[in-house]
C-alpha cells in the first residue's frame, strides 16, 4: 500500500473517493486557504480527512489540523503535536514538518536547529506519535536523520515507489558550493537509508541561484507514466519559484541521469495577480478528485528585513492542468479569491 505523503500524489494510490453528496456540499475553496503557514502539507488519509500541517510564523511548534474537506481546512482547529524544548539540538526554529504513515505508525519529519550559536545547525529530525489518531496521541523525538554527512540538511518527505519506501531531502554536501542540493535514497527505517544517496540536482541555472544558490523542498507527483519531482529554488522572497526533475516511471529512479531538468521554473511570482515567491509545494487531490497543487506565496513583493521572519507566506492550492503529452502546468498561480 502506498501510504500518504504531502509531496507524494501516486496515481490512484491515496485517492479514498468522497461520495458524491459531499462533493456537493462541499465548500468553494478560497485562497489563501490558510493565512501564515508556510511549507504547507495537506494529504488525505484513508480514514476520510485532509490533514494539513505547515511552518508557523514563530517557528517553535509543530501543529496539525483535520477537515472532512479542503475548504474546511481554513477554519479547522489545530492542534499542536510538539513544541521544541528550551535547550538542546532541537531548541531552535522548526521548519516544513510533514506527516507520513510509515510501518503502521505516524512518523513527523521536521527540521529543526539548535539556539545561540548553534542556531543554523539545522538538521532533520522525526517525531513519532503513540496511538492510531494523529491529533490525540502522544508525540516525542524519535531521532535525527542519518546522512553521510553532518551538515545543513532539511524538508525530508517519504514515498513509496515500486514497492520500495524512498526518502528526498535538500542538503549542503562538503565540496559543493551550494546552499542545499537534492537527495535520494531507499529507506531502511524512518532515521536510515538503506544505500548511499543519489545527488539529483544542484542549483546552477540563474533563476536557481538568485539570493542563494538553493533546491530544496521536492515533492513528488506520478503521473501518465512519469515522475514530476517539482522543487523550490532561490532565495525566500519574491524570487522564490519552482523547478521540476522528470523520470519515467520504470527508469531506476537512484540514477541520476534518469531525470530531467525542466530549463525554466515552474510556477513563479505573478505581478499580475499580485501572488509573489510561490513555493515549498505539495499535491492532494480536492473532492472531485481533481489534482491540486498546494504551496505558500506572498500577497507583496517589498519585504521589510529577513524574509524569514516575514509571517505572511500563506498556503493556497489552485488546479493542476495537465497537457497532451501528461506534463502538469502549474503557471500562473491564481489570484487571491474563490477558487474555480
Not at 490558510?34 to 495537506?42: E, T
Not at 491529533?135 to 523525538?141: D, E, I, L, Y
Not at 536523520?145 to 535538500?170: C, I, K, Q
Not at 546552477?204 to 506520478?222: C, F, H, M, Q, S
Request: glycine share 8%; proline share 9%.
Amino acid at each position: 500500500m502506498i501510504e500518504p505523503s504531502r509531496r507524494l500524489f501516486l496515481s490512484g494510490a491515496l485517492l479514498a473517493t468522497a461520495a458524491p453528496a459531499l462533493a456537493r456540499r462541499a465548500a468553494p475553496i478560497v485562497n489563501p486557504l490558510v493565512r501564515q503557514r508556510a511549507d504547507a502539507q495537506i494529504v488525505r488519509h484513508s480514514d476520510g480527512f485532509y490533514y494539513m500541517t505547515g511552518s508557523v510564523p514563530e517557528y517553535d511548534r509543530v501543529v496539525l489540523r483535520r477537515s472532512r474537506t479542503i475548504a474546511g481546512l481554513s477554519s479547522a482547529p489545530e492542534t499542536v503535536l510538539w513544541r521544541h524544548p528550551a535547550s538542546g539540538p532541537t531548541s531552535g526554529f522548526l521548519w516544513a514538518p510533514e506527516l507520513h504513515r510509515i510501518d503502521g505508525r505516524w512518523i513527523v519529519y521536521v527540521a529543526a536547529g539548535g539556539s545561540g550559536s548553534d542556531v543554523w545547525r539545522i538538521r532533520t529530525w522525526a517525531l513519532a506519535c503513540e496511538g492510531a489518531d494523529p491529533m490525540t496521541g502522544r508525540w516525542s523525538v524519535l531521532g535525527p536523520l542519518e546522512t553521510p554527512w553532518d551538515t545543513f540538511n532539511l524538508d525530508a518527505t517519504s514515498f513509496v515507489h515500486r514497492g520500495t519506501r524512498y526518502l528526498a531531502w535538500a542538503q549542503q554536501e562538503p565540496g559543493i558550493k551550494t546552499n542545499s542540493n537534492l537527495y535520494l535514497a531507499p529507506l531502511a527505517t524512518p532515521l536510515t537509508l538503506a544505500a548511499r544517496p543519489a545527488r539529483l540536482s544542484v542549483p546552477e541555472l540563474d533563476w536557481e541561484t538568485r539570493g542563494y544558490k538553493v533546491n530544496e523542498g521536492p515533492a513528488l507527483l506520478a503521473r501518465h507514466g512519469r515522475l514530476f519531482l517539482t522543487y523550490s529554488a532561490s532565495a525566500t522572497d519574491a524570487r522564490y519559484c519552482l523547478g521540476m526533475l522528470t523520470a519515467r516511471d520504470d527508469a531506476d529512479i537512484m540514477d541520476p541521469t534518469a531525470w530531467s531538468k525542466s530549463p525554466q521554473p515552474v510556477l513563479k511570482t505573478s505581478p499580475d495577480h499580485h501572488i509573489y515567491g510561490p513555493g515549498h509545494n505539495g499535491f492532494t487531490v480536492d473532492e472531485r478528485g481533481r489534482d491540486l497543487l498546494v504551496f505558500h506565496a506572498r500577497d507583496y513583493a517589498t519585504i521589510k528585513g529577513d524574509p524569514l521572519f516575514d509571517p505572511n507566506r500563506h498556503t493556497r492550492v489552485q488546479p493542476i492542468v495537465y497537457r497532451a503529452d501528461g506534463t502538469p502546468v502549474f503557471d500562473p498561480p491564481v489570484a487571491n479569491g474563490p477558487l474555480r
